[in-house]
């Protein structure tokens, strides 16, 4: 019923961290409006009536797209959506950290919460800097109001955030990860120990450990 299928890559990786799969892109767009000041700098005046009706058709499209969005959704964005709607959090809280999220071209302040079986992170939204990200880079952000349980996890890796040692990447059992960045490094090995042991190689014999 769409004038374009539009794509995008998956957040799965394989054992490699290669991003291999596709999932459908409903926010995906043929930029129109780049290809209409084209035709309005350099083209002819039929081809700026041409381009205008292929943009006002886009827009239509991009707006049914996102109307489908919200009320069906395939599997991938009903999975986001569902993330986002955090319930109370499960039993204590063990530690309450300020946190950045680490994402593409999004870096985004918070508060980390972890419990006896979960990690919550939910961002500060009336943060200036996270006022001025564009809405439509938000739409890819996973995790802005994360939830992860503790059994999903299956590595926990050190990670250098501009040039310091203050970040941890955690790795998930659906093969995608996340990212903090914290204040020091106290608080990077507060975080550690108050997460499940883990390692990659129980299957050689190696022991799982922080």
């Not at 129109?32 to 058709?57: M, P, Q």
């Amino acid at each position: 019923s769409q004038l374009h299928d539009f794509w995008r890559l998956d957040y799965w990786e394989d054992d490699l961290r290669r991003r291999r799969r596709f999932v459908r892109n409903a926010f995906g767009s043929t930029h129109s409006d780049a290809l209409l000041k084209a035709a309005v700098e350099y083209g002819t005046e039929e081809d700026v009536v041409k381009s205008k009706k292929t943009f006002r058709s886009q827009a239509v499209v991009n707006q049914n797209a996102e109307t489908e969005l919200m009320l069906e959704g395939d599997d991938d964005t009903v999975s986001l959506l569902q993330e986002k709607e955090i319930d109370n959090l499960a039993g204590p809280v063990v530690l309450s950290t300020p946190a950045q999220l680490i994402a593409p071209v999004v870096v985004a302040k918070g508060t980390l919460s972890i419990t006896t079986t979960e990690i919550y992170f939910e961002v500060e939204e009336d943060d200036p800097a996270f006022k001025k990200i564009d809405p439509k880079v938000l739409t890819y952000t996973e995790g802005l109001h994360g939830k992860w349980m503790f059994s999903e996890i299956r590595a926990v890796f050190s990670r250098r955030y501009l040039l310091q040692n203050t970040a941890l990447e955690v790795f998930m059992a659906n093969r995608t990860s996340v990212m903090f960045n914290f204040p020091d490094q106290a608080t990077v090995k507060k975080v550690v120990y108050s997460l499940p042991r883990v390692g990659v190689g129980t299957s050689y014999g190696l022991p799982q450990a922080r």
